[in-house]
């Protein structure tokens, strides 16, 4: 053998140790797989171990790993192979009660952290909850227990906060006692191809990103008893920024894809592409601003909404703003088809959406903002939009008139959600307080007769209409209500 072979040969050996020493195993460091030994210490032993040692894998394969809280550090990966399970313990004083960040699996400040797989997170939340509650009712905790729910932390199943280069790709999480994943004012995230299945108490938002920078969320389903898919601003001096949505699928009994509530920071660069939502209780896509944060280049292109209790809800409200002014400029939605139904859509979850704001019947969607507060440049164009119609006066009425329309309460403290208007006076779009708003090729299609017309403006400053069509029974009515508004332009063809 050529001295030169001999070198390529020492070299790929010396390669192939190296990337072997990268992995290491979770039996190597006393962690047991049986599902009782609470492995805790050891765990953290691992990765404080991999990470002193420059990073690598910590790898778990087929068994169940209970632990509490669990700090992941610098370079290290948690490798969840198929067959592995990181199960939560139910013990609520095994986790970080007294930070924050209460959670599972936590990271602060670190760079290049991983969790892959095709493993799952147990967080047994209904378990740790119900087990906060008892501590509660024994005086040991001292909580308000407002709505029959703990107002102290209860555990996440992953916070990263402030972290730099994070992958989470092919993992199933659920089961969590509060919000599922919170990645909060964290750069270069990418999460792919995750399953979220968290029905297991209430506040289970299965996918929370908080003031992050350079977001990826690809390919992945999220099943959530709150909003599924969540964006959220709560540092003012911050903004959730260049983020992209792509090839999801979302079920949940509150909003589907949902920017706030907090938003005092703001939103900024978004593309939310070729998205699903089912079953969900509130909005198929909300956007909203009630804290005084700035929403601006939000694209929403092709959101396929089945059996969701509203289509498309754009907010400006004025709740905790400290005096700041919330706005919302550029907003594109387009390529969207929404089936609305009669009934419940979130009906048999075991934490179904409260039954609130009634009498009314079905609720338009709607882009409402506040007087001097417009909402601007939004661009609704391909979207076709399916309700039940039938609506009774009987039950709920609201007219046209100018009284009927100045009752309407402008509710700007309120909890931003479309139907807290109560009954609205159109069936398919409710527009107040906005400017320049594009229509292009909408279609409202409404199965029952409606005793009101499609769309109401209502102090709207610009809006143009082209190639709108109103699907009703019977017909002939005026589908197009104006009030208030100048500069509308209807194009006919």
């Given amino acids: 053998m050529s001295k030169l072979k001999i070198i390529i040969l020492f070299l790929t050996l010396f390669s192939f140790l190296q990337l072997s020493a990268e992995d290491y195993k979770a039996s190597m460091f006393g962690i047991k797989s049986n599902g009782t030994t609470l492995n805790t210490t050891s765990i953290q032993k691992a990765i404080d171990y991999i990470h002193d040692k420059g990073g690598g894998r910590l790898m778990f394969h087929v068994g169940r790993y209970l632990t509490g809280t669990i700090k992941l550090k610098s370079n290290v990966t948690l490798r969840l192979e198929e067959g592995a399970i990181l199960v939560g313990s139910t013990n609520i004083y095994d986790y970080n009660l007294n930070t924050p960040y209460c959670s599972l699996i936590l990271a602060e400040k670190q760079d290049n952290i991983s969790i892959t797989g095709?493993?799952?997170?147990?967080?047994?939340?209904?378990e740790v909850a119900n087990n906060m509650i008892d501590q509660i009712h024994n005086g040991v905790i001292k909580d308000d227990l407002?709505?029959?729910?703990?107002?102290?932390?209860r555990p996440h199943?992953?916070?990263f906060r402030e972290c730099k280069n994070v992958e989470v790709s092919g993992i199933n999480i659920k089961n969590t006692a509060d919000w599922v994943q919170v990645y909060d004012q964290c750069e270069n995230l990418k999460i792919d191809r995750i399953t979220v299945d968290s029905k297991a108490f209430w506040n289970n938002d299965g996918?929370?990103?908080?003031?992050?920078?350079d977001v990826k969320v690809t390919n992945s389903f999220i099943d959530a008893t709150d909003d599924a898919i969540c964006f959220k601003s709560h540092d003012a001096t911050k903004i959730c920024e260049n983020v992209e949505v792509r090839n999801c699928v979302a079920r949940s009994s509150a909003s589907g894809i949902k920017f706030g509530t907090v938003t005092s920071g703001g939103y900024k660069n978004f593309k939310i592409i070729n998205n699903k939502v089912y079953d969900t209780y509130r909005s198929a896509i909300t956007i909203a601003t009630p804290d005084g944060g700035t929403i601006d280049n939000i694209l929403v292109d092709s959101l396929y909404a089945y059996n969701t209790g509203n289509a498309i809800y754009l907010r400006i409200g004025a709740r905790w703003n400290k005096g700041?002014?919330?706005?919302?400029?550029?907003?594109?939605?387009?390529?969207?088809?929404?089936?609305?139904p009669n009934t419940k859509p979130d009906a048999g979850y075991e934490y179904e959406g409260p039954v609130e704001d009634l009498p009314r019947n079905i609720s338009p969607a709607s882009i409402v903002g506040l007087?001097?507060?417009?909402?601007?440049?939004?661009?609704?164009?391909?979207?076709q939009i399916v309700y039940p119609g039938g609506s009774n006066p009987n039950y709920?009425?609201?007219?046209?008139?100018?009284?009927?329309l100045d009752s309407i309460p402008e509710m700007p403290a309120a909890y931003p959600e479309f139907s807290q208007f109560k009954e609205l006076p159109a069936w398919g779009f409710y527009v107040r307080h906005a400017k320049n708003i594009k229509f292009e090729n909408v279609t409202l299609t409404a199965k029952?007769?409606?005793?009101?017309?499609?769309?109401?403006?209502?102090?709207v400053k610009g809006a143009t209409f082209s190639g709108m069509k109103y699907n009703e029974p019977g017909g002939g009515k005026k589908q197009l209500h104006i009030y208030k508004s100048t500069g509308i332009v209807q194009n006919r063809k």
């Fill in 118 to 126: 095709k493993g799952v997170i147990d967080g047994q939340g209904r």
């Fill in 146 to 153: 407002r709505n029959d729910r703990p107002a102290n932390p």
């Fill in 157 to 159: 199943g992953i916070y």
């Fill in 207 to 213: 996918l929370d990103i908080v003031d992050c920078k």
């Fill in 324 to 340: 700041r002014t919330g706005t919302m400029n550029n907003i594109t939605i387009q390529n969207v088809y929404a089936e609305v």
């Fill in 371 to 383: 007087p001097g507060q417009d909402i601007t440049n939004v661009t609704l164009r391909n979207i």
């Fill in 396 to 404: 709920a009425w609201r007219g046209i008139k100018p009284s009927d």
């Fill in 448 to 459: 029952g007769k409606e005793y009101r017309p499609a769309i109401v403006l209502d102090d």
